[in-house]
Every structure is written in structure tokens, then in C-alpha cells.
């Protein structure tokens, strides 16, 4: 399913950064102290927070699990970010990942995540 996220352009590296600064700030996190956890440097957090910086899979699993957090869902939020400006329709994988998050988690705490 990530793979289909990636191959379809289904997400950008700004709606990405968006999406993790949100969640970093919604769990208390600065970003001097969240670099720390993900073991990256702040610049560099900054630059993937800002879009100049497309992160790897494994740093995209390393900052999903720091914010306590499934790797789907961060993407998810971030192609929902996508979707409400308009960017991207809602397409057969977008469906599909809609479906297993929402056997994942209740409405309330996506609508939750979702904010901003």
C-alpha cells in the first residue's frame, strides 16, 4: 500500500512536512527536541518540515513511530491535505487507504489528527 502512495504521486513533499510539523506540535514536540529523537540533526527536520527535503522511507518510519503514529496514517494525513486543497481526487488507492485506516482507528481521533 506505501508503494502505491509513492508510485502515484499521491502526496507532496510540502503537504508531507505540513503534515509532520502538525503532528510534532501536537504531541508537545519542538523541533530541536524531536530531531533528537528521529537521530537527525534540526536543519535537517526543518528542511523535510519545509519541503526542501524529500525524507526516506526509513526516516518517514522513524518519525511515524516517534509521534506514535502508523506510517499509513501520517501518509494518509498528508494526501488528505492534498485532497481538501484540491490537488489530488479522490483515486482507488486513496479509497483503499481511507478503508484500512478507518478499521484502525475511531472518527473521533482521526477528525482529531486531522485538525489543522
Known amino acids: ?7 502515484n504521486n499521491l502526496l507532496t513533499d510540502q503537504s508531507l ?13 519542538d523541533q530541536r527536541n524531536f530531531a533528537k529523537l528521529i537521530k537527525k540533526t ?13 525524507p526516506s522511507l526509513d526516516v518517514l518510519k522513524t518519525i511515524s513511530t516517534k509521534l506514535k ?7 494518509y494525513l498528508a494526501m488528505e491535505r492534498e485532497r481538501k486543497k484540491g ?5 482507488k488507492e486513496l479509497k483503499q487507504v481511507e478503508v484500512e485506516i478507518k478499521k484502525l482507528f475511531s472518527l473521533d481521533e482521526l477528525l482529531l489528527l486531522g485538525q489543522s
Open 1 to 7: 500500500m506505501i508503494t502505491k502512495i509513492f508510485d
Open 17 to 29: 512536512g505540513k503534515t509532520i510539523k502538525i503532528l510534532r506540535s501536537f504531541r508537545g514536540l
Open 42 to 54: 534540526p536543519g535537517y527536520l526543518s528542511l523535510i518540515e519545509h519541503a526542501k527535503r524529500s
Open 69 to 75: 503514529i502508523s506510517l499509513v496514517v501520517l501518509l
Open 87 to 91: 490537488n489530488l481526487p479522490k483515486t
